[in-house]
């Protein structure tokens, strides 16, 4: 079993709404230290071993569903789990 | 400066609509194999240097605003980024 960790992040040259709102408000709570906020989203995929190759899979998965490659870069980390 | 990653994840313990969502929406597409998903966020932070301990201050704003820690862990990384 594989526990495959996603992180999906906005493009560089794509504005970052949620990010300005949240830098905003660390401003306003004195935190002026704090430069630049980017949001993104972290998924935990819990995959069973298959013959399939665990790469292919999950850059499909991630081409197909978890992150719109127009707007969002992804990348993962793979880690084996083993059964206890 | 410091680029600051913080992981933010529902607990445990709760129930995660959004992680099922997408667990169905790979089923249905045939990635059978994946067993469990959760769905969590992501953030960027770019904090410059200043005296206050950046250990507590990025749990300071963790506990205050980036995460509800009722629902919620958060874990984060600190990476320090050289001046070009």
């Known amino acids: 079993m594989y526990k ?25 709570m004195n935190y ?4 630049d906020v980017r949001i993104g989203k972290y998924m935990e995929l819990t995959i069973e071993k298959t013959e ?8 499909e998965m991630c081409e197909k569903l978890l992150a719109n490659t127009v707007i969002e870069d992804y990348r993962y980390e793979v880690e084996e789990v083993v059964a206890q």
């Open 4 to 28: 495959v960790k996603v992180f999906v992040t906005l493009r560089e040259s794509v504005l970052d709404p949620q990010g300005s709102a949240v830098q905003h408000a660390l401003h306003s």
């Open 52 to 59: 399939r190759d665990l790469d292919a899979t999950v850059r």
């Open 32 to 35: 002026k230290e704090v430069n």
